[in-house]
């Protein structure tokens, strides 16, 4: 019952605009949990905003980001301020190659069932409990990664992260098609 409550206040948090990230790591599903199958440890944190070294302002575009590439260092905590200026939903997510490969198929599942449409989240679709339909067990119809925000278009969220490590890192849109069409960056991460 505990995590049917979580993902419903993440779905209203979703639904309101309202900005997950800068919640403590333990709000988060842990990996393998309910279908949750990132382990950001390896990435780094999620951190709070008041916590930031800097902020880095990026823009979203139908299938771009701009800047493509950020340099941060290992230890150091930065606030992401993203601005979709295009006309669909897109998502920021910072993680390796891999985890935004398993996560495109998670995608792919929520656009399947119609959580996400092409624009935005499907509020009506939000709530259901989608466990129990047929291909969907053990498969998370959340999105609450802590590093990562879905973005409707027109609209803008924060994402604070503690890059931890000197790891090789990007940012992507893992919403299908958009990945392969180029809306990925690389996070250059120095000692």
């Known amino acids: 019952m505990r995590l049917y409550n979580r993902t419903l206040s993440t779905v209203a948090a979703l639904m309101t605009g309202t900005t997950l990230i800068a919640a403590p790591a333990a709000a988060f599903a842990a990996p393998g949990e ?6 950001t440890a390896a990435i780094g944190e999620p951190a709070k905003a008041t916590a930031k070294t800097r902020t880095i302002q990026i823009t979203m575009g139908d299938n771009y980001y ?6 941060v260092k290992a230890g150091e905590t930065v606030r992401f301020l993203i601005t979709n200026k295009g006309e669909f939903l ?3 997510n910072i993680g390796t190659a ?7 198929k998670e995608m792919a599942t929520m656009m399947e069932h119609g959580m996400l449409t092409p624009t935005g989240i499907n509020k009506g679709m939000a709530g259901m409990d989608h466990s129990r339909m047929p291909g969907m067990e053990g498969v998370s119809m959340k999105h609450d990664d ?4 879905l973005i409707e278009p027109g609209k803008i969220k924060d994402l604070t992260w503690k890059f931890t490590k000197n790891t090789t890192l990007e940012f992507a849109c893992n919403i299908p098609g958009h990945y ?3 809306m990925v960056g690389k996070v250059d ?3």
């Open 66 to 71: 701009e800047p493509n590439a950020v340099q």
């Open 34 to 39: 309910a279908g949750h199958k990132h382990d």
């Open 98 to 104: 891999a985890m935004h490969a398993a996560h495109q």
């Open 189 to 191: 991460v120095q000692r």
């Open 90 to 92: 897109h998502e920021f």
């Open 180 to 182: 392969e069409s180029g």
């Open 146 to 149: 802590p590093n990562s925000a």
